[in-house]
């Protein structure tokens, strides 16, 4: 479904370069106690190529906000109130058949071009002339080949993720299957455009009975034993690339068979297997001891750069996503409420919260044993008043933080905050939040 055809007048596209943009989504869950608003009102733009941190306390909804994406947010409990998950897909580049050129510098891909217009721009793609799709409201035939093909997602524990019953030979070559036969066909030698159908349904892993026993036959037997082999060097280079050690082995065996790190950087190879434009990466090392998270973090950078992708990548703590990220959007209960550059956000925070987290992160200065924290708790976000969600532990809360709800405000166009301490809310004569820049 395009935006034409799910009537979005008011929703602009905010940035040229967007691979995926939020708009103002809304997502609660009914519960006993009243409605969650779990996510609540959430805007933010995911650049191409860019690594977009995105941090917030346990429970301030990142990954519900990740999971929205690919509607893997489960309805109900869960009901999608409001809002968009814009998202511009792409396609192999056909200068280079997605092998890298300057056309596409070297991404291998390029827009898909607005249907409406058919690339020349209109009102429909904002002038873009690419083709944007809302997520949330797309054919699930549609989001299955947006899923795992242009958006993969990485989740914190790779033991739920992958299939106990398939080895992970298998298990990564369903992807390279499912998403890419016409690359298989031409590592085996064949012309994809050329190839009898039988052989195409090979490459795409969905042969019926008849056509497997007629693929079992000679000939075909041995050019699908060519397509088999094909594929079992793609998976073994895609797991080569994650650096894990004796890929060909690890192929052969199960998940359980494996440690935490090595499952995860299964799920790394699996992800980055279909070239996705978006990957999203949900505390992918968590659970994992600091060693192998340095490497897991280094890999995805290494990866996305060499593909260009953009990457989303969610984690409570801020002194990682400083490593990893080239801009931050600060999430707490339910709201962005800080985004910008990363260098910004840890030299210059805005938002009174984004300030505390800082503080919290562990550093030389603070005396050993002792963290700073940030007083209070996170609110209920069932049914919120309309007052600023953070007034309840802001050392700076005035009388309008708690009669008006603040919203995410283009103070500076690439660092917009949620604080009336930086944009006074219109007609209102309440008593104005103030703070130095020394009171941090
Ligand atoms: N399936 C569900 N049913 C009911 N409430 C849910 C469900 N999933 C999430 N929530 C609620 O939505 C809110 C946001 O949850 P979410 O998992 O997005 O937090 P998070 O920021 O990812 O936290 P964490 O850092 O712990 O992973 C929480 O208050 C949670 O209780
Ligand atoms: S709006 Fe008021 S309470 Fe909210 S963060 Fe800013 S100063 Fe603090
Ligand atoms: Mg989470
Ligand atoms: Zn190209
Ligand atoms: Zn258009």
Redesign the pocket.
């Known amino acids: 479904m395009t935006m034409a055809e799910s009537n979005k007048q008011s929703v602009a596209v905010r940035h040229p370069n967007a691979v995926a943009s939020v708009e103002d989504l809304r997502v609660h869950f009914r519960s006993k106690a009243g409605t969650v608003h779990a996510v609540d009102g959430v805007s933010f733009d995911i650049l191409d190529g860019e690594t977009l941190g995105l941090v917030g306390e346990?429970g301030c909804g990142?990954?519900v906000t990740a999971r929205s994406f690919l509607r893997l947010v489960p309805m109900p409990p869960g009901m999608h109130v409001g809002g968009f998950v814009l998202f511009h897909p792409k396609e192999p580049c056909e200068a280079c058949a997605g092998r890298g050129c300057d056309v596409c510098d070297q991404s291998g891909r390029t827009s898909v071009a607005c249907p409406n217009c058919d690339g020349a721009g209109c009102g429909l793609c904002e002038g873009s002339g690419r083709e944007t799709l809302d997520l949330m409201s797309i054919p699930e035939n549609r989001l299955r080949e947006i899923r795992g093909n242009r958006i993969a997602m990485i989740f914190?524990d790779p033991a739920k993720a992958l299939n106990p019953a398939l080895s992970i030979g298998d298990q990564i070559a369903e992807v390279f299957y499912e998403h890419r036969p016409a690359e298989i066909l031409d590592l085996a030698g064949f012309d994809p455009s050329e190839t009898g159908p039988l052989l195409q349904r090979s490459a795409n892993y969905r042969s019926r009975m008849p056509e497997r026993i007629a693929l079992g036959l000679p000939p075909l037997r041995g050019k699908r034993n060519r397509i088999r082999r094909a594929v079992g060097e793609m998976v073994a280079e895609a797991l080569a690339e994650t650096q894990i050690a004796n890929p060909l082995k690890v192929m052969d065996r199960y998940p359980h068979e494996l440690s935490g790190g090595m499952r995860q950087r299964v799920m790394i190879a699996q992800a980055l297997a279909c070239n996705p434009d978006l990957l999203i990466a949900?505390?992918p090392t968590t659970a994992l001891d600091v060693t192998v998270q340095a490497r897991i973090l280094e890999l995805v950078r290494e990866l996305q750069q060499r593909r260009r992708a953009a990457v989303l990548y969610?984690s409570h703590d801020l002194a990682l996503v400083n490593r990893v990220s080239d801009r931050v959007a600060v999430m707490y209960a339910g709201r962005i409420v800080e985004v910008g550059p990363t260098e910004q956000i840890f030299k210059d925070p805005l938002h009174p919260y984004t300030r505390g987290l800082l503080n919290a992160i562990p550093s030389a200065d603070h005396e050993r044993g002792r963290l700073v924290v940030i007083e209070g708790t996170v609110p209920e976000l069932i049914d919120p008043e309309p007052a600023c969600r953070f007034a309840g532990r802001c050392p700076h809360v005035a009388e309008v933080c708690l009669a008006r709800d603040p919203r995410l405000s283009d103070v500076d166009v690439s660092h917009p905050v949620a604080c009336f301490v930086h944009h006074q809310p219109p007609d209102v004569a309440l008593a104005m939040p103030s703070f130095s820049r020394e009171n941090r």
């Open positions: 346990t990142k990954s914190q949900d505390e969610i």
